[in-house]
């Protein structure tokens, strides 16, 4: 059986269906599963759920015995402000699940964030120490915080699971994401407000050597994010933390283009101010050094962002009335 937290969200779900066609036997752990989030599950032929406080203690009872825990569930808004919650939710959470893994000899592939990287002034390396790294925002931090906390029990020779790692996804867009709402992607925000009024609204740019539309981020099809952690749970790789991303970033108006593009329909684009809370903690450029992934025998090349956008439009428009339904 596998395990995978935050399986009726984004990334959780598009890899439960991944596994499910695989014929694999699926755990599914969330919290209560809302109306916008049952769609994610739509199609998975069966599986089994539990609560995720439940299945702590289904772990620490051994009512449960996954042979691999996929942890992707957390707090991800980037504009949370309770650090208690995220905390507990982020970071203890996340202890709990590595100790019982380390004592029970389980492999656990778990969700970092290239929001670790902070502004990128220390670079986007996967090789850079955390304690290096200043993150913008709160979610950043206690993603960070784990990552720390970690690697100390790594170094300190505590024990830890024999097979592990902890994946940085950068600006991951796909199927299965409308429930985020204003956390979605750009690519989903795009669809939506193409859908909506015909054109597509970005953020005006907040630094000068960014035009309007212009910054860069290292956008990622979330089928790739999948590819990379059944490959790091499925191959010899060394255990530690891994980018998730392509290694080229691209610009907004690129993104929206795509979009356009992909629904047959000429770019109508316009610049609205970006909201204060996001303009002070905003990266304007990302991009993921995938040296570290593809040293250790990854070979599988990126979704271009042109074909990534197609496949999701597609998925989108296919599903479009289950989407407006949730």
Same mark, same amino acid.
């Given at each position: 059986?596998?395990?995978?937290?935050?399986?009726?969200?984004?990334?959780?779900?598009?890899?439960?269906?991944?596994?499910?066609?695989?014929?694999?036997?699926?755990?599914?752990?969330?919290?209560?599963?809302?109306?916008?989030?049952?769609?994610?599950?739509?199609?998975?032929?069966?599986?089994?759920?539990?609560?995720?406080?439940?299945?702590? &203690?289904?772990?620490?009872?051994?009512?449960?015995?996954?042979?691999?825990?996929?942890?992707?569930?957390?707090?991800?808004?980037?504009?949370?402000?309770?650090? &208690?919650?995220?905390?507990?939710?982020?970071?203890?959470?996340?202890?709990?699940?590595?100790?019982?893994?380390?004592?029970?000899?389980?492999?656990?592939?778990?969700?970092?964030?290239?929001?670790?990287?902070?502004?990128?002034?220390?670079?986007?390396?996967?090789?850079?120490?955390?304690?290096?790294?200043?993150?913008?925002?709160?979610?950043?931090?206690?993603?960070?915080?784990?990552?720390?906390?970690?690697?100390?029990?790594?170094?300190?020779?505590?024990?830890?699971?024999?097979?592990?790692?902890?994946?940085?996804?950068?600006?991951?867009?796909?199927?299965?994401?409308?429930?985020?709402?204003?956390?979605?992607?750009?690519?989903?925000?795009?669809?939506?407000?193409?859908?909506?009024?015909?054109?597509?609204?970005?953020?005006?740019?907040?630094?000068?050597?960014?035009?309007?539309?212009?910054?860069?981020?290292?956008?990622?099809?979330?089928?790739?994010?999948?590819?990379?952690?059944?490959?790091?749970?499925?191959?010899?790789?060394?255990?530690?933390?891994?980018?998730?991303?392509?290694?080229?970033?691209?610009?907004?108006?690129?993104?929206?283009?795509?979009?356009?593009?992909?629904?047959?329909?000429?770019?109508?684009?316009?610049?609205?101010?970006?909201?204060?809370?996001?303009?002070?903690?905003?990266?304007?450029?990302?991009?993921?050094?995938?040296?570290?992934?593809?040293?250790?025998?990854?070979?599988?090349?990126?979704?271009?962002?042109?074909?990534?956008?197609?496949?999701?439009?597609?998925?989108?428009?296919?599903?479009?009335?289950?989407?407006?339904?949730?």
């Amino acid at each position: 059986m596998i395990a995978i937290t935050g399986a009726a969200g984004f990334i959780g779900s598009n890899l439960a269906h991944t596994l499910a066609a695989q014929g694999a036997s699926l755990l599914l752990v969330d919290e209560v599963i809302t109306p916008a989030k049952a769609v994610n599950l739509v199609g998975l032929p069966r599986f089994h759920f539990t609560r995720h406080e439940e299945f702590l &203690d289904d772990l620490a009872t051994s009512r449960v015995q996954p042979e691999v825990i996929f942890h992707l569930g957390a707090c991800s808004d980037t504009t949370e402000t309770n650090w &208690d919650y995220l905390r507990r939710n982020n970071i203890e959470y996340s202890q709990k699940l590595w100790q019982w893994c380390a004592r029970h000899g389980v492999p656990l592939l778990y969700a970092s964030s290239a929001a670790t990287y902070g502004d990128g002034s220390c670079g986007f390396s996967d090789n850079t120490p955390p304690h290096l790294l200043t993150p913008l925002n709160l979610y950043g931090k206690s993603k960070n915080d784990f990552d720390a906390w970690v690697l100390a029990e790594v170094a300190a020779g505590r024990p830890q699971p024999p097979k592990w790692a902890g994946l940085k996804f950068f600006n991951v867009y796909g199927p299965r994401e409308s429930h985020k709402g204003r956390m979605a992607s750009v690519v989903f925000q795009t669809w939506r407000q193409v859908k909506a009024t015909g054109m597509m609204k970005l953020f005006r740019s907040t630094e000068a050597k960014y035009p309007d539309g212009g910054q860069l981020r290292d956008f990622v099809f979330v089928g790739d994010c999948v590819e990379h952690l059944l490959w790091l749970w499925q191959n010899q790789a060394p255990n530690g933390l891994y980018n998730s991303g392509t290694g080229t970033p691209r610009t907004f108006r690129e993104l929206a283009t795509a979009v356009f593009d992909a629904l047959g329909l000429a770019p109508h684009i316009d610049f609205i101010d970006m909201p204060a809370d996001l303009a002070k903690q905003y990266q304007n450029y990302t991009c993921a050094n995938m040296t570290k992934l593809r040293a250790a025998g990854y070979r599988l090349p990126p979704t271009t962002l042109e074909a990534g956008v197609r496949k999701t439009v597609r998925w989108l428009e296919q599903h479009a009335t289950q989407r407006v339904a949730a």
